[in-house]
């Protein structure tokens, strides 16, 4: 049974909830995090179960006998079919198989017998966290619930923690709060009857890469139409970005083919080399039913922009702060043409193409093959032959590469070679993190070392999931942001069954530096024209990250002016501001700043973000 305070006005896509035990401490807990705008799913007992906020179109729930499953997000699952499923459960681990065949890309909750279950996705696009309140655990979709319940101040470590550039596995999975634990991706979380003790189980596993491309692109083909089918299936009229590129021209295509009204976006770079328009002219010019809309480039955002102004952040800083202008400037356009939702292709990168690190693992398994691929590589990147050398001999293990780079942090960036070939980007920190920052992150780092295990024993798999989950930690923001925006956003290529179809393939097959996306090209035969699959580049945007620097200077000298980083002794505001004087400095050509505003702009967001995800009770 759900029911709703009046004020409540949550729109679609935009769904955060806590989750409680059916026992009395919980409820009271629920009751005492009181704000407007709440719904509440109840335990049979009328005991507060989930407590949030969603849209009707974003949670199908079921109860039979002991049982109570409730599906939060989008999951073509019927009402009907989830009932049988509850049924049928006599163990909370029978939902492992359930989870691994749910399309779309949802939260899996559920209580049985007192127990209960709650999962995210294994893309990392939807999270589980729980904490410990007044004596009970609480589940959450976002750690800042809990922080709130908790009344934490951010971690002046996960901070620090927070500057380096990139921040490596485990370290970029855990809350900014302390007394709040995440729960990893391909894990649920679960509570015992006394609301106290909670472990986490493992219900996810990427499969093994051993399917031809033959063989694995018609079910990449089929789960990525499934994913399409799950947003589309409602009619209506939606809206499709079409880059031009193959990712978001794959899924224009296929939302073209269903049930509803397609409007597609194409937003040109600035810089006249770009031949996006042309590709994406192409494109609509197969599809005479959608109605293609080309923006102004000159009046698109540029990266930087609106920096002082952002309140919608969530539960982590995210360098998707730089972009959120630019992601969110054309869905209010789209409302006005009647678009429900807006479908991307972001994600397509990371699922069909692959890290080259494979290759470290095919040199000693087919040596005479890896090796006339590198050497394509190695013209392709401009790899140098001695790092490419170095880079293929070196075999420490995660955890060993992890301590190394925390004695590392102000060396110079290394090559490209050796990241492309192995465990991933080495983090660095930068001349305006201060010494006690510098010392916070590097206890971290070594802290993390001396157990830290690789998302898969393959460094290219370990890449290839640590990439995916990076990038879904700032799809999950922009999404909400979108949903306030009045437009939800959605990216099939992260769903898991798409991820899980893509990762099957053989990573030989999958990337080759004589193929571009060979994956996504032979999937989408038949279904984008051949003229639109021979593209072999994408747009880099470069010239919009230049002009911000440019144009936004003020800005970033005003986010330095009264820096909470600074306040905190994390980093050299002077410098800051120094740095903003310069936006034509060489050394900006790389995006060295972005972990550093992210997590400034984030500390701003926090003294003036009205939490609506905060729960409550009715």
């Known amino acids: 049974m759900s029911e709703q305070h009046e004020s409540a006005g949550t729109g679609p896509g935009d769904a955060h909830f806590t989750v409680f035990t059916d026992r009395e401490e919980a409820a009271a807990v629920a009751r005492s995090l009181t704000r407007p705008g709440t719904r509440v799913l109840r335990h049979a007992s009328g005991r507060p179960w989930l407590v949030g906020q969603w849209h009707d179109q974003d949670l199908v729930t079921a109860r039979a006998g002991r049982a109570a499953l409730a599906v939060v997000g989008c999951c073509p699952v019927g009402a009907a079919e989830l009932e049988r499923h509850a049924g049928r459960l006599r163990d909370l681990a029978e939902l492992d198989a359930l989870a691994r065949s749910l399309p779309g890309s949802c939260h899996l909750v559920a209580a049985l017998d007192g127990r209960l279950r709650v999962q995210g996705t294994a893309s990392g696009l939807r999270l589980v966290f729980h904490a410990p309140v007044a004596g009970t655990q609480v589940a959450a979709s976002g750690a800042d619930v809990l922080a709130a319940a908790l009344g934490g101040e951010p971690d002046a470590e996960q901070l ?17 709060w302390r007394g709040i634990t995440a729960v990893a991706p391909e894990d649920a979380l679960i509570v015992a009857p006394d609301g106290r003790t909670v472990r986490h ?18 079910l990449v083909r089929e ?34 083919s269903s049930p509803a009204a397609v409007v597609a976006g194409t937003w040109p770079g600035r810089d006249p080399a770009d031949t996006d328009l042309h590709w994406a002219e192409q494109a609509a010019r197969s599809m005479p039913d959608v109605d293609h809309v080309v923006w102004d480039a000159d009046a698109s955002p540029l990266v930087y922009t609106d920096l002082l102004t952002i309140d919608d952040l969530l539960d982590e800083p995210t360098i998707g702060v730089m972009d959120r202008s630019r992601v969110l400037h054309h869905l209010p356009a789209l ?15 990371h699922v069909t193409w692959c890290s080259e690190a494979y290759y470290h693992r095919l040199l000693r398994i087919r040596p005479v093959f890896a090796l006339r691929q590198v050497r394509g590589f190695r013209a392709l ?19 060993k590469w992890l301590a190394d780079a925390g004695d590392r942090l102000r060396a110079p960036l290394p090559p490209t070679v050796s990241a492309g070939l192995g465990w991933g980007m080495v983090p660095r920190l930068f001349d305006w993190v201060t010494p006690d920052a510098e010392r916070m992150a590097r206890r971290a780092l070594r802290g993390a070392a001396a157990t830290a295990v690789p998302l898969h024993p393959d460094r290219g798999l370990h890449a290839d999931l640590e990439q995916i989950r990076s990038c879904t930690r700032i799809v999950r923001q922009w999404d909400r942001m979108a949903a306030r925006a009045g437009v939800p956003m959605a990216s099939p290529f992260l769903d898991d069954r798409v991820i899980e179809a893509c990762l099957a393939v053989r990573p030989g097959e999958r990337v ?4 571009y996306k060979p994956l996504l090209t032979t999937a989408m035969s038949g279904i984008v024209p051949d003229a639109c699959l021979r593209r072999t580049d994408k747009a880099a945007a470069s010239m919009d990250a230049s002009d911000g620097l440019r144009a936004h200077r003020g800005d970033l000298r005003a986010l330095w002016e009264d820096s909470r980083l600074e306040r905190l002794g994390l980093v050299d505001g002077a410098a800051l501001r120094r740095l903003a004087e310069r936006p034509g400095s060489p050394e900006l050509q790389d995006p060295i700043l972005y972990s550093t505003i992210a997590a400034e702009v984030w500390l701003r967001g926090l003294g003036r973000t009205a939490r609506t995800a905060a729960p409550a009770s009715t």
């Open 223 to 256: 789960a990525l139409a499934a994913a399409v089918d799950a947003r589309t299936r409602q009619g209506g009229v939606v809206s499709c970005d079409l880059s031009g590129g193959l990712d978001s021209t794959s899924v224009c295509f296929l939302a073209d």
């Open 335 to 349: 409302a006005e043409r009647g678009s429900r939702l807006h479908l991307t292709g972001i994600g397509g990168d």
């Open 160 to 176: 620090a923690v927070r500057l380096l550039w990139p921040v490596p596995h485990p370290l970029a999975e855990a809350p900014m």
């Open 512 to 515: 080759t530096p004589w193929r």
């Open 381 to 399: 990147w401009q790899w140098p032959l001695g790092g490419t050398v170095r880079a293929l001999a070196d075999s420490r293990p995660y955890g």
């Open 201 to 218: 189980t493992r219900w996810w596993t990427p499969p093994e890469p051993v399917r031809t491309l033959a063989d694995g692109a018609p």
